[in-house]
């Protein structure tokens, strides 16, 4: 039992059952209850370790990868900016492996909505020229460096069940005083009109209502000059149900403890990548490949020189949990925004396009 769900079993005693994207925007945001309002989710001593927490690599490759994508639209007046930027790791490791390259952009402008983060964010970044925006929008003009990792998995998702006359829309009742997952009549849903050739009764399609106007923001930004890169975990098309709650490093329910577990859904990268209309997307790839390709290994090798015994063997546990196939590696997948015809940043395929 938790104050959040006596909120929501009240709101839902009034108004009806709720959908899943009400349930996570409560659940995440609220300013009292809610969880990224409440606490400091990353690392061992929380719920869950990101990648920029695993290794200082993650972040060195990604930083020279806007670097390089930078010099080669020549080096335009530009800003750095990430979304979600959880404990601020991300971009310090962004700001040291670029430190000495002349000229790079220094100003960080980072899309972080809870209090609580932006203070740790602002210990992590000390001495850095660092602003805070509550929303994408709110963002300037590109030219623009971003960064999204992690971000979009944690956006509110609708989950819909293939019927035989239409959709089902799963949504959160009560049942004896429990929140408990129900569904509604089969309904026409538009939004889903292109899904009915590869779907059949009973698959689930997962819609994430403000992934869309977030990329869209993006784009237009990137489209400007710059460059963007996203990571996350997901797959090309919403298949299945994906919605999951981990905390403290485990698998719970999602409706047992609410604004105490962190919510989540896997990405749909073929809906965001439709979604960028004003710039160049490029293929999806795979976090392993997009890493390798950057040189990721050899940057290993070379900080391991320096290593021995178990720091050593941490570093090359952690090398293989970003890259290796059964670890991060396929999971976790990346695209990157540019303008239209600029070079493609490295890491990613340019045999193709989209």
């Known amino acids: 039992m938790t104050a959040l769900r006596d909120l929501l079993a009240r709101q839902i005693a009034s108004d009806g059952p709720m959908n899943l994207a009400d349930y996570m925007q409560q659940c995440l945001l609220h300013p009292e209850h809610g969880y990224y309002a409440?606490?400091?989710?990353?690392?061992?001593?929380?719920?869950?370790?990101?990648a920029p927490e695993i290794s200082q690599m993650f972040g060195e490759m990604l930083g020279l990868c806007l670097a390089q994508a930078w010099i080669d639209q020549g080096r335009p007046d530009a800003y750095l900016a990430e979304l979600g930027p959880g404990r601020g790791t991300?971009?310090?490791?962004?700001?040291?492996?670029?430190?000495?390259?002349?000229?790079?952009?220094?100003k960080v402008l980072l899309v972080e909505?809870?209090?609580?983060?932006?203070d740790v964010q602002t210990d992590t970044l000390s001495g850095a020229d660092v602003e805070w925006v509550e929303h994408v929008s709110a963002l300037?003009?590109?030219?623009?460096?971003?960064?999204a990792n992690e971000f979009f998995d944690a956006l509110p998702i609708r989950q819909f069940v293939r019927g035989t006359k239409g959709w089902s829309e799963r949504r959160i009742g009560l049942h004896d005083g429990a929140l408990t997952l129900g569904l509604t009549e089969d309904m026409r849903v538009d939004a889903l009109s292109h899904r009915l050739a590869d779907t059949g009764a009973g698959d689930v399609?997962?819609?994430c209502p403000s992934a869309a106007p977030i990329m869209g923001e993006l784009a237009d930004r990137v489209a400007q000059g710059g460059a963007g890169i996203i990571v996350d975990y997901g797959d090309w098309r919403s298949l299945g149900d994906t919605f999951q709650a981990v905390e403290n490093h485990s698998p719970v329910d999602p409706l047992a403890s609410p604004g105490h577990a962190d919510l989540t859904a896997h990405v749909d990268f073929e809906a965001l990548s439709n979604a960028a209309t004003a710039c160049h997307v490029s293929p999806m790839t795979p976090q392993g490949m997009f890493l390798e390709q950057l040189g990721i290994t050899q940057r290993a090798q070379a900080l391991a020189e320096n290593l021995q015994g178990a720091k050593l063997d941490q570093h090359i546990a952690a090398h293989r949990r970003l890259t290796h196939p059964e670890e991060m590696g396929s999971l976790?997948?990346?695209i990157t925004l540019t303008p239209r015809g600029a070079p493609v940043p490295s890491g990613f395929d340019l045999a193709s396009s989209t």
Do not use: C, N
């Not at 409440?38 to 990101?50: C, H, L, N, Q, Y």
């Not at 310090?92 to 790079?104: E, Y």
């Open 38 to 50: 409440t606490r400091d989710p990353f690392g061992a001593a929380g719920d869950f370790v990101t």
């Open 90 to 106: 991300l971009m310090k490791d962004v700001l040291r492996a670029t430190a000495a390259i002349p000229d790079f952009p220094r």
């Open 113 to 118: 909505a809870s209090q609580h983060l932006r």
């Open 332 to 334: 976790f997948k990346a």
């Open 205 to 207: 399609v997962e819609l």
């Open 140 to 147: 300037p003009a590109g030219p623009v460096l971003l960064l």
